[in-house]
DNA sequence: ACACCCTCCTGGAGGC
DNA sequence: TGCCTCCAGGAGGGTG
């Protein structure tokens, strides 16, 4: 599922091909992958527009278009933007059952939204803090710091797990890259986020930054589903330490990784390093 | 503030 | 082989 990783992956691989294209035609096939305006006005008000920028906002991709508008996609659980030069054979995506927008450019390349369980949402906005409002702060910026990360820890009380779900604090991460940081800074997911002490609050932030870092490099993690604008998987699978590997010995102690539910979220953990 | 559940979806996995 | 049920999960919504 993409996570930021993902998604940064994605919007890097994008800016190369889709910035400068203007939009000559969109079909919408699934309409409830339109969240915002109407499918009608969706189209409407994409068709003529050139794609200016690309850039990510936590796990949303952020499309500004020309004249002043902007285009933002929230992949959820399968969503897939695929990048398909002008050629003379039809893609497979254009009659494959899951694609549910395509993008048509006057170069005649095309933009395929592509998304099997029809989670994902497309938004057409004047203005992206319609959407992202909300959002916390980005685990890659600046504003990210152990200092940062210690405050907004301690704000609330509630479980390491739930906290670093929550959107609202930090924006990006996912089951994945949660359970993956937790076990890197010996933290169980079950913690308080209010009782953690400086130290821990700092491999906590060490952790997050590699964890990210290590997945990025490797463009990203791919289960099943997870693939790049060019349809190419990310590597990043075989460096997970507890994510999908319950039963296996963890690889600090060799204590079989466990896997219990958290906030019904599936959290995989090792009961030995990451006692408390 | 927090805990918990439900909804959206489909394909893959496991049981029989 | 085939049918059935369960499960995965991000985010928003609702209730207690």
Known sequence: MPELPEVETIVRKLRLRVVGQRVTDVQVRWQRS???PSVERFIGELVGRELQAID???KFVVISLLPTKYLLIHLRMTGRLIYADADSQPHPLETDPHTQVVLQFASHTK???????KFGRLFLVDDPSEIVADLGIEPLGADFTSESLGVLLGRR???????????????GLGNIYVDESLWLARLSPCRISDTLVMGEVDRLYQAIG???ACALEHHGTTLRDYRDPDNQAGANASCLEVYGRTGEPCSRCGTPIERMIVAQRSTHYCPHCQAS
Do not use: E, N
Not at 112 to 117: A, K
């Open 34 to 36: 339109i969240a915002v």
């Open 210 to 212: 590699q964890v990210l």
């Open 56 to 58: 990510r906002r936590g």
């Open 157 to 171: 009380h509630r479980p390491l797990k739930v906290a670093l779900l929550d959107q609202s604090m930090l924006a």
């Open 111 to 117: 933009l395929y939204f592509r998304d099997t369980r």
